[in-house]
């Protein structure tokens, strides 16, 4: 019972992309859709685990709320660009090795050489498998003219750079993770009004049906918040951490078989080989924690 729990975020984790590409908008309009879900779900949260709210976890939640706004902002964006199946397992991989990198600088996590070891191990096997994940076959001329891998990769890094302020913070201040989520939430809220106001698309994103639509996804995302809470004291962290990353095989492939995304048959090996190495990579930080 304890595995089909912590399988659960990585099926709603791993759905997100493929829902938000199914109801459309732009990547404004899902992001703040996506936060207006996720407030409702935080509200939800709150009423039923009733945490004590002080005024450092008020701080450190809309901090962290803001950062992941930009993180899930960005990702939007080059999913646009670049693909669903191209963004997600790129994404992931960046922040499971930015995120085990950070704990190795700050926290100094990895005290013995056997966690070096492993450790290593894992941050090359996402960076590798990333790295896979978004090669193109350079004879499929006419598919690779319509991406703009460059912006792709830029809003990727600043998407990367996000997500793990959004950990870094939490973990930082040493809050209570069911107490952060909803102070996160409004300042995730916060962060997306921010976002469409810069897009110059303030108006017509609260006004489109697109934003309301992706209100799914945050509730999406909810679910995948919460069981991931259930899940680590039937299992542990460790399992519950590497099982939640297999959810890129869900997008990653359902982007390619129900979003219809291209791929030729040599960049298909190059995504099955990738996201392979990614799962390798997080099931061994999991295995660390």
């Given amino acids: ?37 996720a407030i409702v779900f935080a509200i939800f949260t709150w009423f039923l685990y009733q945490p004590t709210l002080t005024s450092k976890v008020w701080v450190a939640g809309i901090v962290s709320g803001l950062f992941w706004a930009v993180g899930q902002g960005m990702q939007f964006t080059s999913m646009k660009k670049i693909g669903v199946s191209k963004t997600v397992p790129l994404s992931t991989g960046l922040q499971l090795a930015g995120n085990a990198l950070a704990g190795v600088l700050i926290w100094h996590e990895w005290k013995t050489g056997k966690m070096i070891t492993m450790g290593t191990v894992a941050v090359i096997c996402l960076i590798v498998g990333a790295t896979f994940t978004s090669l193109r076959d350079k004879n499929d001329k006419e598919h690779n003219k319509d991406e703009d891998m460059g912006a792709g990769i830029r809003a990727l890094i600043i998407s990367t750079i996000g997500y793990i302020g959004y950990t870094v913070i939490v973990r930082f201040a040493n809050v209570n993770a069911k107490a952060v989520i909803l102070p996160q939430a409004i300042g995730m809220l916060i962060g997306a009004v921010i976002f469409v106001v810069i897009s110059k698309a303030a108006v017509t994103a609260f006004k489109n049906r697109h934003t309301w639509a992706n209100m799914l996804t945050g509730i999406i995302w909810g679910v995948g918040n919460i069981f991931m809470f259930l899940a680590i004291p039937r299992v542990g962290l460790a399992i519950s951490y590497s099982l939640a990353q297999a959810g890129i095989v869900i997008s990653t492939f359902g982007s390619i078989w129900f979003l219809g995304e291209h791929k030729t048959h040599r960049e298909m090996q190059y995504v099955v080989f990738g996201s392979a190495l990614i799962i390798v990579g997080s099931t061994i930080l999991g295995m660390m924690q």
């Fill in 1 to 37: 019972m304890g595995i089909i729990i912590a399988l659960i975020p990585a099926i709603a984790w791993g759905s997100i992309g493929l829902v938000s590409g199914r109801l459309g908008g732009t990547a404004p309009q899902q992001t703040l859709g996506m936060t207006m879900g």
